[in-house]
């Protein structure tokens, strides 16, 4: 699968645009604040059904515009396969599929993968653990759009119960007390799910990562990943009860898997607050690089990687390493600065606020 | 757009379900030509619906006496009853022909987050009726989502200490449908709910 064409109306700065896209490395240079990275989003917005960088509908539409369209022909094998979304500033987003309505985002997933590596990817080691679960997640989702589901019914348990811990005000009654029961009940099945699912990842996705990071140091570090629970294994719901006075009191659930953590440990020590920045950038690359080559191991289906200002960041060895693991399907990149001397794009395009030039 | 008294037309209809800002302008303008007479049909009969409806006093169906049609038939099974979230769900389950017991309305499911808590239920007028109307099995037939399954199990769990029977509907594939088409989750729970074939053609 592979991206071959882009059309863009009233998205972002750009009014009016289309692009070609082939397989290999596409380049796209320009200016910050031309519009470089809104390509990149465009691109993502279809494999995630939103923006990769979390913006608001309101921000994607051009000003003073209602709506903000997106097109992409998707080429598989050689069949052409059409996505359209339609991005409301206000309002539900419409999918399109072969001009054929779809209902979910879900079905854009199926069609189209993105692998994404940015500046802020490095927040996946220094971040909270909020970051390294939400990475754990998108690649479940990416995995099998079915776990979308899991985390949906999960995140309604978790608001339907802390909402209710709200209304308590810190207080129990009998009625809060069975309430409760119930949600503790729920909360603790779709969790239990979504726990089983991240862990069962994480064991698959540690060779892959291990294989990447082999690439990028020649020393021996031992890099470890470890799924921690504050809860014992399949007694989430025993775990609530004893927090229970806790939550009431605090007015928010305490424990579960919206508070787990993936701990990473380089020889031992964690590598968010031990490894030197260095290393936290080869860690995050090989988070992003291990995923990208379990969901093509599982899916058979290649995602396209998108490099957001990457080089800038790495020193010219790891630069190497990263161009040389670029798969040969389709990539592309944004720069501002020179290309490492080992990159040679395939095609190119030069951004001029929001207006495109192909350079070659 | 509109002189006000058009305005508001459109505005009130729009606030119905179902009826987006297109449809609402559409019956506006419908309504408009229509003569007089009709318009004091349409308006009579609301007024009037709105005067005489209330709930049934045993099981919250709508009802224009103090008890419903259902609660009032004595060819009804008095040991079955069938819990649901609202009136129109009595409605869908009639049209099956295949429960023959009464009905007791709830009229929501738990739901914190739209402030939907027991006590806005009617859940202890559910447990009165139990004993004095001597029911054997309760059937509980909420919307399959959280928090219908959530409700469904706070109701189990007190109607259990009362030796009640308690069951709930199945879930999983609609008849005639094909099997390609339904999506993972209900697939994934009619696989769940399987049984054994030989048990259904014996029901028959």
């Given at each position: 699968m592979f991206l071959s064409q882009l059309w863009l109306t009233n998205f972002r700065n750009y009014e009016e645009a289309h692009l070609n896209f082939h397989q290999g490395i596409t380049l796209i240079t320009g200016n910050n604040g031309n519009g470089k990275t809104n390509l990149l989003e465009a691109i993502a917005w279809f494999a995630k059904g939103k923006s990769f960088r979390n913006t608001p509908n309101e921000a994607l539409v051009l000003q003073n515009k209602e709506k903000a369209i997106l097109r992409a022909e998707i080429l598989h094998s050689k069949r052409k396969t059409t996505l359209e979304a339609e991005i409301n500033f206000s309002g539900r987003n419409q999918l399109q599929i072969n001009g054929k309505k779809v209902k979910s985002k879900k079905d854009l997933q199926e069609k189209i993968k993105t692998t994404i590596f940015g500046p802020e990817d490095l927040s996946l080691i220094k971040g909270g653990p909020g970051e390294r679960r939400n990475y754990l997640d998108e690649l479940l989702i990416d995995l099998h759009t079915k776990n979308q589901l899991i985390k949906t019914n999960f995140e309604k348990c978790l608001k339907q119960r802390n909402t209710l811990l709200k209304q308590a005000k810190g207080k129990t009654t009998n009625e809060i007390e069975a309430t409760l029961d119930v949600w503790d009940e729920k909360f603790a099945e779709s969790g239990q799910q979504l726990a089983n699912e991240r862990k069962n990842l994480l064991e698959t996705l540690k060779p892959e990562i291990e294989n990447t990071l082999k690439k990028f140091t020649n020393n021996r570090d031992m890099v470890l990943f470890e799924y921690e629970q504050f809860w014992e294994n399949d007694k989430l719901i025993e775990a609530l009860q004893i927090e229970r006075q806790t939550d009431i009191r605090r007015g928010i659930t305490t424990i579960g898997p919206h508070r787990d953590e993936i701990a990473i440990k380089v020889n031992g020590l964690l590598a968010k607050s031990h490894a030197s920045q260095g290393e936290q950038r080869s860690l995050a690359l090989g988070l992003r690089l291990g995923g990208h080559e379990l969901v093509k191991k599982t899916t058979g289906n290649e995602p396209i990687i998108l490099l957001d200002d990457v080089f800038s960041e790495l020193d010219s060895t790891r630069c190497q390493t990263l161009i040389e693991l670029l798969p040969k399907k389709q990539a592309v990149l944004t720069t501002t600065g020179e290309l490492p001397s080992g990159v040679k794009p395939d095609y190119k395009y030069h951004v001029v606020e929001g207006s495109i030039n192909s350079s070659e | 757009m509109y002189i006000d008294a058009v305005e508001e037309v459109i505005d009130a209809l729009g606030r119905l379900p179902g009826i987006g800002p297109k449809s609402a302008q559409r019956i506006t303008f419908h309504l408009m030509r229509l003569p007089v007479e009709d318009i004091e049909l349409l308006t009579s009969a609301i007024s009037l619906m709105k005067e005489k409806i209330r709930f049934c006093d045993s099981c919250f169906n709508i009802s224009e006496q103090e008890l419903c049609p259902i609660c009032k038939?004595?060819?009804?099974?008095?040991g079955m009853l069938c819990v649901v979230e609202e009136p129109k769900d009595i409605i869908a389950l009639e049209k099956t022909a295949e429960f023959r017991g009464k009905y007791h309305v709830l009229g929501g499911s738990i739901s914190p987050i739209d402030g939907i808590g027991p006590e806005q239920l009617k859940v202890a007028e559910l447990l009165r009726r139990i004993e004095p109307e001597r029911i054997e099995e309760v059937i509980i037939a909420m919307n399959p989502n959280i928090e219908g399954e959530a409700t469904a199990i706070y109701i189990a769990r007190l109607l259990e200490p009362l030796g009640v029977k308690v069951t709930k509907i199945a879930s999983g594939l609609p008849v005639g449908g094909d099997l390609e088409y339904a999506d993972e989750l209900t697939l994934g729970r009619a696989l769940v709910g399987r049984h054994p074939v030989n048990e259904e053609y014996k029901n028959v």
């Amino acid at each position: 699968m592979f991206l071959s064409q882009l059309w863009l109306t009233n998205f972002r700065n750009y009014e009016e645009a289309h692009l070609n896209f082939h397989q290999g490395i596409t380049l796209i240079t320009g200016n910050n604040g031309n519009g470089k990275t809104n390509l990149l989003e465009a691109i993502a917005w279809f494999a995630k059904g939103k923006s990769f960088r979390n913006t608001p509908n309101e921000a994607l539409v051009l000003q003073n515009k209602e709506k903000a369209i997106l097109r992409a022909e998707i080429l598989h094998s050689k069949r052409k396969t059409t996505l359209e979304a339609e991005i409301n500033f206000s309002g539900r987003n419409q999918l399109q599929i072969n001009g054929k309505k779809v209902k979910s985002k879900k079905d854009l997933q199926e069609k189209i993968k993105t692998t994404i590596f940015g500046p802020e990817d490095l927040s996946l080691i220094k971040g909270g653990p909020g970051e390294r679960r939400n990475y754990l997640d998108e690649l479940l989702i990416d995995l099998h759009t079915k776990n979308q589901l899991i985390k949906t019914n999960f995140e309604k348990c978790l608001k339907q119960r802390n909402t209710l811990l709200k209304q308590a005000k810190g207080k129990t009654t009998n009625e809060i007390e069975a309430t409760l029961d119930v949600w503790d009940e729920k909360f603790a099945e779709s969790g239990q799910q979504l726990a089983n699912e991240r862990k069962n990842l994480l064991e698959t996705l540690k060779p892959e990562i291990e294989n990447t990071l082999k690439k990028f140091t020649n020393n021996r570090d031992m890099v470890l990943f470890e799924y921690e629970q504050f809860w014992e294994n399949d007694k989430l719901i025993e775990a609530l009860q004893i927090e229970r006075q806790t939550d009431i009191r605090r007015g928010i659930t305490t424990i579960g898997p919206h508070r787990d953590e993936i701990a990473i440990k380089v020889n031992g020590l964690l590598a968010k607050s031990h490894a030197s920045q260095g290393e936290q950038r080869s860690l995050a690359l090989g988070l992003r690089l291990g995923g990208h080559e379990l969901v093509k191991k599982t899916t058979g289906n290649e995602p396209i990687i998108l490099l957001d200002d990457v080089f800038s960041e790495l020193d010219s060895t790891r630069c190497q390493t990263l161009i040389e693991l670029l798969p040969k399907k389709q990539a592309v990149l944004t720069t501002t600065g020179e290309l490492p001397s080992g990159v040679k794009p395939d095609y190119k395009y030069h951004v001029v606020e929001g207006s495109i030039n192909s350079s070659e | 757009m509109y002189i006000d008294a058009v305005e508001e037309v459109i505005d009130a209809l729009g606030r119905l379900p179902g009826i987006g800002p297109k449809s609402a302008q559409r019956i506006t303008f419908h309504l408009m030509r229509l003569p007089v007479e009709d318009i004091e049909l349409l308006t009579s009969a609301i007024s009037l619906m709105k005067e005489k409806i209330r709930f049934c006093d045993s099981c919250f169906n709508i009802s224009e006496q103090e008890l419903c049609p259902i609660c009032k038939d004595g060819q009804r099974d008095k040991g079955m009853l069938c819990v649901v979230e609202e009136p129109k769900d009595i409605i869908a389950l009639e049209k099956t022909a295949e429960f023959r017991g009464k009905y007791h309305v709830l009229g929501g499911s738990i739901s914190p987050i739209d402030g939907i808590g027991p006590e806005q239920l009617k859940v202890a007028e559910l447990l009165r009726r139990i004993e004095p109307e001597r029911i054997e099995e309760v059937i509980i037939a909420m919307n399959p989502n959280i928090e219908g399954e959530a409700t469904a199990i706070y109701i189990a769990r007190l109607l259990e200490p009362l030796g009640v029977k308690v069951t709930k509907i199945a879930s999983g594939l609609p008849v005639g449908g094909d099997l390609e088409y339904a999506d993972e989750l209900t697939l994934g729970r009619a696989l769940v709910g399987r049984h054994p074939v030989n048990e259904e053609y014996k029901n028959v």
